[in-house]
């Protein structure tokens, strides 16, 4: 029996499609400027170079951030910056918001960074390794503010996944 390797960083399995998205958005607003433009005979290779630069910010705007958590640490990358932390090494953990909420993680090495919770709830591996690191946090004592809302949003992401599966077995 061959015994397998260490498993690969869990990713946001969304991640493609938005990314996907963002991009027929933005080429759609561009093909779209420039046909209106074109129509209306005021097309000019500066106005053509603007249209395609303002797409370009649609792009970069709508692309979300790419979420990655492996043993011990956690990373969300967009396209400006790349912001990593150790979950193992957790000081605090803080909710921001009710309906849209967010994350913010920040480690002993003073680095932060912001989560969605939705990131969370659609990609239980992010959350297993994420909750796997608040562990190992809180066995150490480095995490001293924000267990508890940890738990809460534990709770919160088992009932979504647990009404999620009941969803999709017919039996909700």
Known sequence: ????????????????????FAATCALLFCTLSLLVDWDAASLTPLRALLWVALSAAVFAVMLPPRVTAGP???????????????????????????VSAYLILRDT???????????????????????????????HGTLRQGADVLESLGHRIDDETTQAILRASGLS
Do not use: F, K, Y
């Open 1 to 20: 029996m061959q015994r397998s390797g260490p498993a690969g960083p869990a990713g946001d399995r969304h991640w493609r499609g938005s990314a996907r």
């Open 72 to 98: 011990g640490w956690l990373t969300v990358r967009s396209p400006w910056r790349r912001r990593t932390v150790r979950t193992d090494a957790l000081v605090t953990v803080r909710q921001c918001g009710d």
């Open 109 to 139: 090495a003073g680095r932060g960074l912001e989560l969605g919770r939705r990131t969370l709830v659609a990609n239980p591996l992010i959350w297993h390794e994420l909750d796997t690191g608040i562990r190992r946090s809180i066995e």
